[in-house]
């Protein structure tokens, strides 16, 4: 079936824009994440979802960053009133169920914040 | 989450083994050793993971040293494809550990042709 897509997959905003990322996980896979990656570092951790629980935003890098899980499938990250230190990677992650079960990620959205 | 040390890059000729170590000497006994992969304008993708015994699939060998302190991730014949940035990441079994994956700098490989 098909893989992690995300949408989309390049976004130039103007500093202070409001901006919605969109993740679209493999079919019936319970647990979400989402990462940041800035350029030359390998990806953190921002938040994570069971189903439509969000059960840990410890990595939100403040509370401009917001993301939904509604129905238990697609999730959106928000980021409001974009700031350059925002430009990044944001890659999505979706998990069948267990924990020691691969992570399968998405391509990711390239976002810069001008 | 343990932390983990990688060298920062190796370079490899086509066709020949790469091992690439990984020291992780405060992993816990209920963490899984997980290795990922990030070619260039891409996500990350899963390359294989093990606990104790040294494992095996199609694309990679990871032999786990005995106190699980190391273990290594052998690309038995690299090719240019293989080129990318190599993560070994211990994950967490306990549900109250939050399963992320705690990525840390990575080792990038370099396969000359």
């Known amino acids: 079936g098909a893989g992690v897509s995300q949408s989309p997959r390049y976004k130039v905003a103007k500093r202070g824009q409001d901006v919605a990322l969109r993740c679209d996980p493999i079919?019936?896979?319970?647990?979400l994440f989402w990462y940041q990656q800035a350029l030359g570092q390998g990806p953190e951790f921002l938040t994570y979802f069971q189903n439509e629980a969000q059960l840990d935003k410890s990595g939100l890098p403040s509370d401009r960053f917001f993301a939904e899980r509604p129905e238990g499938s697609v999730s959106t990250l928000k980021i409001q009133r974009t700031q350059q230190e925002d430009s990044a990677v944001y890659l999505c992650?979706?998990?069948?169920?267990?924990?020691?079960?691969?992570?399968?990620f998405g391509p990711g959205t390239r976002l810069l914040v001008l | 989450d343990a932390k983990t040390t990688q060298p920062n890059s190796m370079e490899s000729n086509e066709e020949e083994p790469v091992h690439l170590p990984c020291n992780h000497s405060t992993i816990s006994g209920t963490d899984y050793i997980h290795w990922y992969r990030q070619l260039p304008s891409q996500g990350p993708e899963y390359v294989i993971h093990g606990l104790t015994s040294n494992v095996n699939n199609r694309m990679a060998s990871l032999a786990i040293a005995e106190d699980r302190k190391s273990s290594t991730l052998i690309l038995h014949r690299a090719t240019l494809r293989d080129a990318a940035v190599y993560y070994c990441i211990p994950v967490s079994t306990i549900k109250a550990a939050g399963n992320k994956l705690t990525f840390g700098g990575g080792t990038r490989v370099l396969v000359k042709p």
């Open positions: 992650a979706s998990r069948h169920s267990r924990a020691r079960e691969t992570q399968y």
């Open positions: 079919s019936g896979h319970v647990s």
